[in-house]
């Protein structure tokens, strides 16, 4: 596995003082955050540019409620969360409305490629092998967490010979999917024991199997591991990944737009709008000074 490097990342903490600090609500960041349109990025929508739905920038998110990145308010019907707050910034930054659509994460790729819609948010890490289909624009860099109940007797997971002979919940064609099944190859091929993936990608199923001990532990996003430890307290995160990667809006290779979002994103940075967006979810340190277009992917050897 090749280790992606950049700057932006290389001073990267464990955990956040805001998270440490106090218990977090997402009932309290229901109402949006909005920004002026931003004329350098609509003059860099490609002419003649057809979204989906004339006006609108619609979006593929996360209907798993999978706070802070995405869940149901308290109507149940409107989605909030990170992505879907970036997102809001994204169609105001374009001067259009936004149309969220909630989606399952196994639809995304089909629904951009086949132009259900303009673009998708599901905390996509950029890869070498999605830069071949999708183009990217990235707003926060993540990093893995390895999650277990308060109470475990597993206090570390520092690489792959830890992870042997465990139950672990980890999403289907997920990132981290392919970190731990590339682990437990390596782990096989020594005698090691094998791992036991639990493919569940709806959150709450998650949590209740990790807390209920039929899983040894979980491997997902660092935001949402973080998210549970500050507003739960029922788990503790004992270990990371072994990369941090870019996160980016994600649209059709070869369309065009991937500049124009890169501008709106930017310019939410330079105006303030999107530290609000990070500092009221907990997400402060995944923050990146300017958005990349396609920049290095991870590559998975």
Request: glycine share 8%; proline share 6%.
């Amino acid at each position: 596995m090749e280790r992606v490097i950049v700057s932006a990342l290389a001073a990267w903490l464990f955990s956040s003082p805001l998270l440490a600090a106090e218990t977090l609500d997402a009932k309290n960041n229901e109402t949006p955050i909005n920004i002026p349109a931003n004329p350098q990025a609509i003059a860099n929508i490609p002419a003649g540019f057809h979204f989906v739905t004339p006006g609108y920038l619609t979006v593929a998110t996360s209907a798993s409620n999978s706070p802070p990145i995405g869940l149901w308010a308290s109507d149940n019907k409107t989605l909030i969360g990170s992505d879907p707050d970036f997102a809001r910034l994204l169609a105001d930054s374009l001067g259009l409305k936004l149309k969220l659509v909630p989606a399952a994460w196994e639809d995304w790729p089909l629904g951009i490629t086949a132009g259900r819609y303009d673009v998708a948010m599901f905390n996509i890490a950029v890869t070498e092998e999605r830069k071949k289909k999708f183009d990217f624009a990235t707003y926060r860099a993540d990093n893995h967490a390895f999650a277990v109940k308060t109470n475990s007797a597993i206090t570390a997971i520092k690489g792959r010979e830890d992870v042997a002979g465990k139950r672990i919940i980890v999403g289907s064609g997920t990132n981290q999917e392919k970190i731990l099944l590339s682990w437990d190859a390596k782990n096989r091929a020594q005698g090691l024991a094998p791992v036991q993936p639990i493919y569940l990608n709806d959150d709450a199923s998650a949590t209740l199997a990790l807390l209920s001990g039929r899983a040894d532990a979980s491997f997902g996003p660092q935001a949402m591991a973080a998210w549970k430890v500050a507003s739960r307290g029922q788990t503790k995160i004992v270990g990371h990944g072994p990369f941090r990667a870019w996160v980016a809006v994600t649209t059709k290779k070869g369309n065009g737009l991937d500049t124009a979002l890169q501008q709106a994103i930017n310019g939410a940075i330079a105006s303030g709008q999107y530290q609000q967006v990070l500092a009221r979810w907990g997400e402060q340190e995944e923050g990146v000074e300017a958005s990349q277009v396609n920049p290095p992917g991870i590559v998975y050897q």
